[in-house]
T-cell receptor
Framework: AQRVTQPEKLLSVFKGAPVELKCNYS??????LFWYVQYSRQRLQLLLR??SRESIKGFTADLNKGETSFHLKKPFAQEEDSAMYYC???????????FGTGTRLLVSP | EAGVTQSPTHLIKTRGQQATLRCSPI?????VYWYQQALGLGLQFLLW???????NRGNFPPRFSGRQFPNYSSELNVNALELEDSALYLC????????????FGDGTRLSIL
């Protein structure tokens, strides 16, 4: 079965420090991978889609098929990055998203 | 633009009862998705409706069902409620052509007593 694992429930860093939110997946084919974010008192929203290879709000994520990982990175964290981050996989092409349990990022001043 | 709206915000039921949750998509969106987020678990895909038809279904028992109306709004029905159905139910909508990002609502929190 397809599975997305986010091993850290909480990641706490200081402003300006690098951030890496880990995501590993289990799927034998070629999945589409996403990062969703939920800021305080806001709705869940799409942050990144791996196929677009964009950098959004300074975040990037590279798909590593060998390690089946899709870690989210930012070189210098900002306080406004504090939020809940979810990694998600779509293996069917029909937007049947499989989400991880999420990692709460807390950026302290 | 108005976002995805869900009602009610909270719903309290007892075991064995039936619950109906409602979702209005963003104007122009034809696809509606339902997810369940139980405590300690990630969001789990429930159902996908597009143009009034069920397009995909997650690994949930048949007592979870739904429909999409001609105006693209949607209902999720849960019959014979069980304690483990207590969760946040999120609705999302997207444009129907090809891959489109899903836009989420605030959710309905269903509590089973």
């Amino acid at each position: 079965a397809q599975r997305v694992t986010q091993p850290e429930k909480l990641l706490s860093v200081f402003k300006g420090a690098p951030v890496e939110l880990k995501c590993n997946y289990s799927y034998s084919g070629s999945p589409e991978l996403f990062w969703y974010v939920q800021y305080s008192r806001q709705r869940l929203q799409l942050l990144l889609r791996h196929i677009s290879r964009e950098s959004i709000k300074g975040f990037t994520a590279d798909l590593n098929k060998g390690e089946t990982s899709f870690h989210l990175k930012k070189p210098f964290a900002q306080e406004e990055d504090s939020a809940m981050y979810y990694c998600a996989l779509d293996n069917t092409g029909f937007q049947k998203l499989v989400f991880g349990t999420g990692t709460r990022l807390l950026v302290s001043p | 633009e108005a976002g995805v709206t869900q009602s009610p915000t909270h719903l309290i039921k007892t075991r064995g009862q039936q619950a109906t949750l409602r979702c209005s998509p963003i104007s122009g969106h034809t696809s509606v998705y339902w997810y369940q987020q139980a405590l300690g678990l990630g969001l789990q895909f429930l159902l996908w409706y597009d143009e009034g038809e069920e397009r995909n279904r997650g690994n949930f028992p048949p007592r979870f069902s739904g429909r999409q109306f001609p105006n693209y709004s949607s209902e999720l029905n849960v019959n014979a409620l069980e304690l483990e159905d207590s969760a946040l139910y999120l609705c999302a909508s997207s444009l129907g052509q090809g891959w489109q990002p899903q836009h989420f609502g605030d959710g309905t929190r269903l509590s089973i007593l």
